[in-house]
């Protein structure tokens, strides 16, 4: 079965500052592999997503994601926080397909101005 | 892009009643669509998978006759609570996606509060 284990249920940078969030991941098939931002009482938005080709994936609001499959990871990095950046943020792993997902603990990343 | 939408964003009801949630794909056809829960500060767990006009498959765990799915159309789910109690309170999700996406598209979610 797959699964996603996010390390760090919350991480606190200071503006400006780089923004690593960790997530690896387990799956017996190639993976699909997602971040998703959630603010408050508020549903998923999608950051990027890995599926094939490139490892590095560029994704909106200046993040991107380095899928390593030797490393089993898919961390999610931003050279410059911004305040806007604070949320919960979820790394996802396709199971079966996809469209249906696995989803990690969640971070949740506060930035200090 | 892809939009799906959830309504209500938010509901309260009296324990013992029942309560319905929409997710509707607003501009493409779902041939799928998932129901998550989330209770607060954890992450989405997955309820159940709908496929359009077939039964939906649920989790383990997740009580088929409590929450009853319904994906009748290639844009509408809905999700039952029936009988809700205080324990069902939670934030709901559903995401739908066409038979060829790479991923799912996500509703905004509904708080349900059973009181």
């Known amino acids: 079965a797959q699964s996603v284990t996010q390390l760090g249920s919350h991480v606190s940078v200071s503006e400006g500052a780089l923004v690593l969030l960790r997530c690896n991941y387990s799956?017996?098939?190639?993976?699909?592999l997602f971040w998703y931002v959630q603010y408050p009482n508020q549903g998923l938005q999608l950051l990027l997503k890995?599926?094939?080709?490139?490892?590095l994936v560029k994704g909106i609001n200046g993040f991107e994601a380095e899928f390593k499959k030797s490393e089993t990871s898919f961390h999610l990095t931003k050279p410059s926080a911004h305040m806007s950046d604070a949320a919960e943020y979820f790394c996802?792993?396709?199971?079966?397909?996809?469209?249906?997902?696995?989803f990690g603990q969640g971070t949740r990343l506060t930035i200090n101005p | 892009g892809a939009v799906v939408s959830q309504h209500p964003s938010w509901v309260i009801c009296k324990s013992g009643t029942s309560v319905k949630i929409e997710c509707r794909s607003l501009?493409?056809?779902?041939?799928?669509m998932f129901w998550y829960r989330q209770f607060p500060k954890q992450s989405l767990m997955l309820m159940a998978t709908?496929?359009?006009?077939?039964?939906?498959?649920?989790e383990q765990g997740v009580e088929k006759d409590k929450f009853l799915i319904n994906h009748a159309s290639l844009t509408l789910s809905t999700l039952t609570v029936t009988s809700a109690h205080p324990e069902d309170s939670s934030f709901y999700i559903c995401?739908?996606?066409?038979?060829?996406?790479?991923?799912?598209?996500f509703g905004q979610g509904t708080r349900l509060t059973v009181v």
């Open positions: 995401s739908a996606a066409g038979i060829l996406d790479t991923e799912a598209f």
């Open positions: 799956s017996s098939v190639p993976p699909y």
């Open positions: 890995y599926t094939t080709g490139a490892t």
């Open positions: 996802a792993v396709s199971d079966g397909g996809a469209q249906k997902l696995v």
């Open positions: 501009d493409f056809q779902a041939t799928t």
């Open positions: 709908s496929n359009e006009g077939s039964k939906a498959t649920y």
